[in-house]
């Protein structure tokens, strides 16, 4: 969510805040701030919305320093304006803050008793006059942090910056990411790597209930209990092509035409080179041990979750439930033996889904997880972690990331058939070598671009639409309402297509079109037969199919997608593209902001 950044340096702090910010927009934001450390004064700026108004504030109203916080805020308590943006000041204490205080009523209570009042709606003030209440006392900056941080309940990650302490910041962590970078002469604080690759390639990671001392020439690092911790410097690569544009109108253009490429790193990743074996990294997982998968994801993670369902059962008849991350463990579900929970996430910090493996350890058998970023909470805290490789994902809405959570959770049920005794030797080969000429099906595929542009701008006159699919379709039919939702602000249902009968028909007008995911396979005549039941009632089907399912199909069809063939196990990686392209012509005809749509955020690392 937020997204924070700290720097103690040798050059003027707040172009080398606000850039870093830059990098963290994607996280999703409605204000933003930085605050520095200047001739032992503190002094902070503020805006709301976009970054670029900070900057204006800052032609006319600098800010000098070398040492600095910086922050971009997604509201969760007190609404979107410059009194709630971040940094939170109090005296002499800034706080950037990303997470939620759970005990924040209580602690505002105590300080009340304490003659201390309040100027935001905010639970991250509390910490700013928490932290000035324990310096009032004459605690040492550090001494009045780690007291700070010891009354805090909930999640977050903090950075706090001192009056007159021009090479001091104190980070802490729970629940939230962060990570000290290492520079020569200079250190740096962030929610993530990409913040800090253009100060630093050298990064520290901290753990759960990790705080730590920095200054310009060391870190130190205490665990929850307050023992020194020694945590690893790891040296990180981000290509920095990867956070930009690279001539594209937007991220999510970009990261739609990039899926072939990265699809096919992932393929060769896990894929040996002759294309007969599929390979996981150590220590594996034995299939013939399990009896039971539970995969747990949120949001389009989820629905790439749905779609494994009938991957897993249908080739590898291994039994698996599925379920949303934030009701998960609230539901309290009996574990059984032989359960192994998979647990999907394309951050690998959202936190509803580190929750859901956390109270998953010790009941299930082993946890695996699906990540794209490896040094991730949730890729540290499985037994197993599958990066699915699709690089620095920018765009809010996920396109790269999916198709690529697809393909290894393909790889993975294919790797389960082979070991449980449901496919021989060839048939997997076979698969395999679908799989490997998948990057060039995409390639082809990606040429319905401009018909996706043309049907765009009639779907943006639209107020309703809906989208139907079977079997492994039905999960699609669901990604491509929720990215039609996420960006150009159109309300989207989907519906398994039997089901339409049982209620959603009721919706169906010359008003609201209908888009069909029906690649022609098994289950398309019984789905072209609800169709029907669509157009005779006047309905608009926009039916995305191949050239053998259009000719089927018949008249009375609205429009047509037309995509090539394709085995229909993998159908649901390559029409992700029809739904990412019409969802993204879609917004750019109505005009929203694509890559940073209001009210959402890339990682969500609160509850």
Same mark, same amino acid.
């Given at each position: ?28 934001? #409605? ?16 805006? /709301? ?9 800052? /032609? ?28 939170? +000041? ?32 905010? #639970? ?18 550090? #001494? ?14 903090? &950075? ?135 995969? /747990? ?7 790439? &979750? ?40 394309? %951050? ?20 695996? %997880? ?93 107020? #309703? ?63 072209? %037969?609800?169709? +029907? ?27 047509t997608i037309l995509m090539p063939e394709i085995d229909p196990f993998l159908a649901p990686i390559l029409y992700a593209l029809p739904a990412q392209l019409l969802a993204y012509h879609t917004a750019v005809a109505k005009g929203t902001d694509v890559d940073q749509p209001r009210n959402l955020a890339k990682s969500v690392t609160v509850e």
């Amino acid at each position: 969510m937020c997204g924070i950044v700290g720097v103690l340096g040798n050059h003027e702090a707040a172009p080398i805040l606000v850039e870093a910010l830059k990098r963290l927009e994607y996280r999703g934001y #409605d204000s933003a701030g930085i605050a520095t450390v200047n001739h032992d004064r503190l002094d902070r700026r503020r805006a /709301v919305g976009k970054l670029v108004n900070l900057s204006d504030l800052l /032609v006319h109203e600098p800010l000098a320093g070398k040492s600095g916080i910086g922050h971009t805020r997604w509201a969760t308590h007190g609404a979107p304006n410059v009194g709630n943006a971040h940094p939170h +000041q109090s005296g002499g204490v800034a706080v950037v803050h990303n997470g939620i205080i759970e005990n924040f009523r209580e602690l505002r209570t105590f300080l009340t008793e304490n003659g201390i009042s309040f100027q935001t709606d905010t #639970d991250t003030e509390t910490i700013a006059l928490l932290a000035q209440h324990y310096r009032n006392q004459g605690l040492s900056p550090r #001494d009045a942090a780690e007291q700070t941080i010891a009354r805090l309940e909930g999640a977050y990650a903090l &950075c706090f910056l001192f009056d007159g302490e021009d090479d001091l910041l104190i980070a802490a962590r729970k629940g939230s990411p962060l990570a000290i970078g290492h520079g020569e002469g200079e250190m740096f604080v962030g929610s993530d790597a990409i913040a800090l690759a253009p100060m630093t390639d050298k990064i520290t990671y901290l753990e759960e209930g990790d705080w730590a001392i920095v200054t310009r020439n060391s870190v130190e690092i205490r665990d929850r209990e307050g023992n020194i911790a020694n945590r690893a410097l790891k040296t990180i690569q981000i290509d920095t092509a990867q956070v930009d544009k690279a001539g594209y109108k937007h991220f999510m253009a970009k990261e739609i035409a990039e899926q072939p490429t990265v699809l096919q790193g992932a393929l060769a990743h896990y894929i040996n080179a002759d294309g007969t074996a599929v390979t996981l990294p150590e220590p594996g997982i034995d299939f013939t041990q399990i009896e039971r998968l539970t995969l /747990v994801a949120c949001g389009t993670a989820y629905y790439a &979750c749905m779609v494994a369902k009938y991957w897993f059962e249908q080739i590898a008849r291994l039994p698996v439930e599925i379920d949303v991350a934030s009701e998960f463990r609230y539901r309290e579900p009996p574990v059984t033996p032989g359960t192994v929970a998979l647990f999907v996430s394309q %951050s690998g910090e959202t936190a509803d889904t580190l929750a859901a493996l956390r109270y998953m350890e010790g009941k299930a058998d082993k946890i695996l %997880s699906v990540v794209n970023v490896p040094e991730s909470s949730i890729a540290r805290e499985s037994d197993l972690a599958l990066p699915i490789l699709a690089g620095t994902e920018i765009g809010v809405a996920s396109t790269k990331a999916f198709t690529c959570q697809l393909t290894t959770l393909a790889i993975l049920a294919l790797k389960a058939a082979q070991a449980r005794g449901h496919m021989d030797e060839d048939a997997l080969a076979e698969k395999l070598a679908g799989l490997r000429a998948l990057p060039g099906i995409m390639n082809l595929a990606l040429q319905i671009e401009s018909r996706t542009d043309q049907l765009a701008t009639k779907l943006a006159e639209a107020r #309703d639409i809906l989208f139907l699919g079977r079997g492994a379709m039905y999960p699609l039919a669901h990604e491509g309402a929720l990215k039609l939702k996420e960006i150009s602000y159109i309300h989207a249902e989907a519906y398994a297509s039997g089901e339409l009968k049982h209620g959603p028909i009721a919706l169906v007008d010359k008003h609201v079109p209908v888009i069909v995911m029906a690649p022609r396979d098994a289950l398309f005549d019984k789905t072209i %037969s609800n169709m +029907q039941e669509v157009m005779a009632r006047g309905g608009k089907v926009l039916l995305i199919t191949d050239a053998e399912g259009a000719k089927e199909a018949g008249e009375g069809v609205w429009e047509t997608i037309l995509m090539p063939e394709i085995d229909p196990f993998l159908a649901p990686i390559l029409y992700a593209l029809p739904a990412q392209l019409l969802a993204y012509h879609t917004a750019v005809a109505k005009g929203t902001d694509v890559d940073q749509p209001r009210n959402l955020a890339k990682s969500v690392t609160v509850e």
